[in-house]
DNA sequence: CTCAAGAGCCTTTTT
DNA sequence: GGCTCTTGAG
């Protein structure tokens, strides 16, 4: 019995391929990840590949984590010499090494979207650019795509003299560049933009790169982009025994789902990969484990109305299923509600756990409103994305001290906290500073060295000084040795005082603020545990602007799970909820209202993203009216609602959750009609009349918490009392009525003693022995155990 | 220089 | 609806 047994024809076909490129065209479910991690167990056993050689590349480090611990667990040994990375670490890696090559330092800083807004906006104002005429997104965009297409500002600026606006771009996108390389500071598009240039500019540094990774391999490779093709097309090409060159690439990828066109993805990378690598052994993937027939019938029948595709046909030997189940609402309240009244009921027959939902949706938006629901019934939940722990205010400016730091160039960084906290530095002071900085091509930080000696400045540079000594005495304690970032930490909190200012504060959201701050520490302790060689601050930084939000995302807690359909890719969950299921939010107005009708397809793979998540159960549901941007908004169901065959649907009734809200949705007969898709009734027929309304009739409800629930208003008050949300951690504030030694009953699990009782995260954790169940672990909120005397 | 209130903008998706 | 920027008064 060999690990090798359990693959099918395909799989094993690939696995045992070891020479010259490989493209693996992978549909949904058909077990890629499988695939990768035997075949770098197979090169490692069968053809004494050494580990060193061989480089596997992700895009999230979640993947790169998985891929690494299921290769340990098939071989047992060796993969901790694998690089195993995304594409961004790998190259950060590489220039961390290399970058002073091309004239930076090697302590840059990464700059996150925030800092590029930063950036941008002060160079609107340089240029004396009309901000109402010139949004900082719009450069930023047309840079980002120039560098993922590998042009440089001087290639721009050559390629269009003529267009008036193009050059107006050439300069903008010269100046973006030379003011990151005065700060340092590298955007995440530089991180693979610099890396091939580096390699086109260093044939030596290429050159071992290129003898190290032998064995490339490449996940989710529809989602590559130019540069990306650059970087592999540069690495894989090594000389075997023989003096011959081979291409030891193997890239596994799916072109259905390739979704990323936005960020500057290139689907032809996959397309024509068989062109750009004549010798292509191309193995197709189509047996699908995870889902019913049922969804993966939808799935295609969806995605057969792309027109850019490879003709795959995706099958299962898995069983038939329930039907999918769609349902129209009136609003979006009403969505909200029968999603997390269905979750509930479910949950308490014990038919599920929490944690075997996701929630899909196509805008972060759209989770508020779920949340909301969620939040009134006790529903534990996730949510990946939206708000980034490293974005909010306070962690950036703690970041931002300890960039500066790092990184005394780092003018974005230092200009974020010369006043925070307040020191009486404004904006006259830090504008005659940074005139200073650019007549004299210093950074920011050195102008505010020179403070005194500036003219204009006056009375202002008493401020500045104190602040440059700060930085300079915390800057000088790194030196030892013994001196370690948590310390960095804790002093720039003693020197600054900005937990003091919050606790004076004393307001919830100050709190809250406080409770991040000793999250980031927590992060930073996790860091120095985890660090293999280097612990410093540097890496620290690295690390933690690499992160993605679904990189955080923890399968075990039993919780529901809320994403946009884009994070949710490369995940599967029993039962999944796709919303909003309208035109002009699913597919985005945008796309609707596009003329390139590559936008449509596009939505319509990430439509199929969505669907072939789900494993046994899929929901879809759409309402009528849904408020986007304060203001009302029309739709009509999706279109890919209509493109899914009406054999396979279930449209329920949400009337019957009015009169029971707890009561199980009637089903709508359904003759089966194979050849003609089922369209709902729409008012003239078009598959686009949504409409916004202006009008101001959602004003003069602000005094009714439950805004404008037709429900609510008629009196259905089968809700608990509305409470405004202010975290997702508010279950803390009420602690439980029993302690360790008291004897509870549990719904499910019978009565037992509380043996251990801790504050969590986010709710108390209990610890039960149970008379019958055993011991359990619960969380205090849901869990609704009764003290018994 | 700082704070508070009002105006205006926004939303697609993210390493 | 909510976040950020602008404005005007201390």
């Not at 008629?714 to 409470?723: A, D, L, M, R, V």
């Amino acid at each position: 019995m060999s690990i090798y047994d359990t693959l099918n024809r395909q799989q094993l076909e690939a696995v045992q391929h070891n020479e010259g490129p490989l493209l693996i065209l992978a549909g949904a479910g058909s077990g890629k990840t499988r695939v990768l991690t035997h075949r770098i167990a197979y090169l490692l056993d069968e053809i004494n590949v050494n580990p060193w050689n061989i480089l596997a590349l992700t895009f999230t480090n979640k993947a790169a984590k998985e891929m690494r611990e299921r290769v340990d667990t098939l071989i047992g040994f060796g993969s901790e010499n694998i690089w195993v990375s995304t594409f961004h670490s790998t190259c950060v890696r590489i220039l961390r090494r290399y970058i002073d090559r091309l004239g930076y330092g090697n302590n840059f800083t990464i700059y996150d979207s925030d800092d590029q807004k930063s950036l941008m906006r002060d160079i609107i104002k340089y240029f004396n650019l009309d901000p109402k005429k010139y949004k900082e997104k719009t450069f930023i965009n047309e840079i980002s795509s120039a560098k993922n297409s590998y042009i440089s500002p001087e290639q721009y600026a050559m390629e269009n003299p003529g267009d008036p606006a193009k050059k107006k771009y050439a300069k903008v996108y010269t100046e973006y560049q030379h003011r990151l390389k005065q700060s340092n500071a590298l955007d995440f598009d530089d991180l693979l933009f610099k890396t091939v240039e580096l390699f086109e500019n260093n044939k030596d540094v290429l050159a071992n790169y290129q003898n190290r990774f032998r064995y490339i391999m490449v996940d989710e490779y529809q989602d590559t982009n130019t540069v990306q093709f650059k970087l592999l097309h540069l690495l894989a090409t090594s000389t075997n025994d023989f003096g011959e060159t081979v291409h030891n690439l193997c890239v596994v990828g799916d072109d259905d789902q390739s979704i990323y066109r936005f960020r500057g993805a290139n689907i032809y990378n996959i397309l024509n990969f068989e062109s750009s690598y004549p010798d292509t052994k191309t193995i197709r993937l189509e047996q699908n484990y995870r889902s019913t027939k049922t969804i993966l019938d939808a799935a295609n029948q969806v995605i057969s109305n792309n027109t850019e595709r490879k003709e795959k046909k995706l099958w299962t030997e898995n069983q038939e299923g329930d039907p999918i189940t769609y349902t129209l609402f009136d609003s979006a309240y009403e969505e909200a509600e029968y999603i997390a009244n269905r979750i509930l009921q479910d949950f308490e027959d014990g038919l599920c756990n929490y944690r075997d939902y996701a929630l899909l949706y196509r805008t972060n938006a759209q989770s508020r409103i779920l949340e909301e629901k969620l939040i009134q019934r006790n529903i534990p939940y996730r949510l990946v994305g939206a708000i980034n722990f490293y974005q909010r205010k306070e962690i950036k400016d703690l970041l931002a001290y300890m960039r500066t730091i790092n990184n005394g160039q780092d003018d974005i960084s230092v200009k974020r906290i010369i006043n925070v906290p307040k020191r009486g530095i404004g904006l006259t002071t830090i504008d005659r500073l940074m005139e200073h900085s650019i007549h004299n091509g210093i950074s920011f930080y050195d102008a505010c060295k020179n403070a005194e000696y500036i003219p204009g400045i006056g009375r202002g540079a008493s401020k500045v000084s104190p602040f440059v000594s700060m930085i300079e005495i915390i800057k000088s304690k790194l030196s030892n040795p013994e001196y370690s970032i948590l310390d960095l930490f804790d002093e720039i909190l003693e020197a600054t005082g900005y937990e003091d200012e919050l606790v004076a504060e004393n307001t919830e959201e100050a709190k809250n603020r406080i409770e991040n701050i000793h999250e980031l520490k927590n992060k930073i302790i996790t860091f120095l545990e985890n660090a293999k060689e280097d612990n410093s601050l540097n890496a620290f930084l690295e690390e933690i602007s690499l992160v993605a939000d679904i990189d955080n995302l923890d399968e075990t807690d039993n919780t529901v799970t809320l994403m946009t359909l884009h994070s949710a890719k490369g995940l599967e969950y029993p039962y999944v909820y796709i919303c909003g299921m309208e035109e002009g939010v699913f597919p985005s107005y945008m796309c609707i209202h596009s003329d390139d009708p590559m936008d449509i397809e596009e939505e319509r793979r990430l439509c199929y993203v969505g669907i072939t998540r789900a494993r046994e159960k899929l929901f879809l549901t759409a309402a009528r009216q849904r408020m986007q941007n304060g203001e009302i908004h029309f739709h009509s169901p999706s279109r890919f609602i209509n493109e899914i065959p009406r054999y396979l649907l279930n449209q329920t009734t949400p009337k019957s959750i009015y009169s029971n809200p707890f009561a199980n949705t009637v089903s709508a007969p359904i003759t089966p009609q194979k050849d003609k898709p089922f369209r709902y009734t729409s008012a003239n027929g078009s598959s686009d009349f949504s409409a916004i309304s202006r009008t101001g009739f959602n004003r003069n409800r602000s005094s009714n918490p439950f805004g404008d629930n037709p429900m609510i208003q008629k009196g259905f008050h089968f809700e608990k009392p509305y409470q405004a949300k202010t975290t997702t951690t508010s279950m803390l504030d009420n602690p439980p009525s029993y302690g360790v030694g008291d004897k509870v009953k549990h719904d499910k699990f019978g009565e037992g003693t509380v043996t251990k009782l801790t504050k969590g995260k986010k709710d108390y954790e209990v610890c039960v022995e149970f008379d019958t169940a055993g011991a359990k672990k619960l969380l205090a909120g849901f869990a609704k155990l009764e003290k018994i005397h």
